[in-house]
């Protein structure tokens, strides 16, 4: 389990700061596909398949020379303040940078959806950078949509052996997420895009812990958190996501004060907006447990 000391920075992994707003918003959102063999991308059957997908799209630029290609979604329009509308983009992009396990310890260890991560990773030599590019004006479900859609044909045209979710700080298994896209459901459309961490606290009361949601300020939506004592992780961690889910759907609804449903029928835990106790720094809607389970200073 991840360790996490009261008053001391959590080293943060694989996360770059500089894409990092106050929030925690990403004005360019990016995941990492990591091969064992680098694919010879062809542009062409590429588009062909985000045609199908994605409807009217163009190559913007296309670079063996130095692996960047590069997308124009025409269907997926920014709208500014002038009323000028522009065309989200999306960039795919061959790294130089060695594949090292020892870079990734973090979300390895938060991987709870594939705990045979490092043993993907292992195999892995190289590396390439799917980003998202003038698309950060889009209504947020828009714009995981597209990204779904376009990692998806990036996958299924060149399959990868591991996917590191940088915004949601976790190692997904390219197999398992190309199958939860397959119904449509909201499980789907979040799969990989947030994650429930878990943290023991070392240096706090016994059975003291804390347990959060990564992905959700990326697009512009509060995370959650809830630090507790003497609660099952188990419990917690399904309350998380289902309430991730409901914040996708409704927005950021629940406002201070409010009480949502525990973990127990009748339970009302109340709800407050703050700043994150773990890294990366980001707004959350921190969720009470009560006071007989509530940690920290309540």
Known sequence: ??????????????????EIIEDGFRAV?????????????????LLKRLTKSCGNIEVLTESKDNGLTSFIFHDYLVEYKDNKKLPAQCIIAKTNKEV???????SIQQSWEWREAEDGIKKCKYSVLVSDMMAAGLIYKDRLELFQKLLVAII?????????????????????????????????YLYGAVNVRFFNINDGAENEMLMDTLGLAALGIPDLQCHFIDLDPGEV??????????????GDVIEDGHTIEGIRPGQRWKCQHEFSLVKPERIVLDINPSNRHAAGNR
């Open 1 to 18: 389990m991840f360790g996490w000391k009261k008053n001391k920075d959590q080293k943060q992994e694989n996360i770059e700061e500089q």
């Open 29 to 45: 959102y990016n995941v990492e596909l990591l091969y064992e063999q680098m694919p010879n991308f062809s542009t062409e059957s």
């Open 100 to 106: 090292e396990v020892q870079s990734f310890e973090g």
């Open 156 to 188: 299924e045209e060149f399959p990868c052996t591991a996917i590191n979710w940088v915004p949601s700080g976790q190692i997904v298994n390219p197999a398992a997420y190309i199958e939860s896209q397959k119904d449509g459901s909201k499980l789907g």
């Open 237 to 250: 961690g399904p309350l998380l996501y289902n309430y991730a889910y409901y914040l996708f759907e409704n």
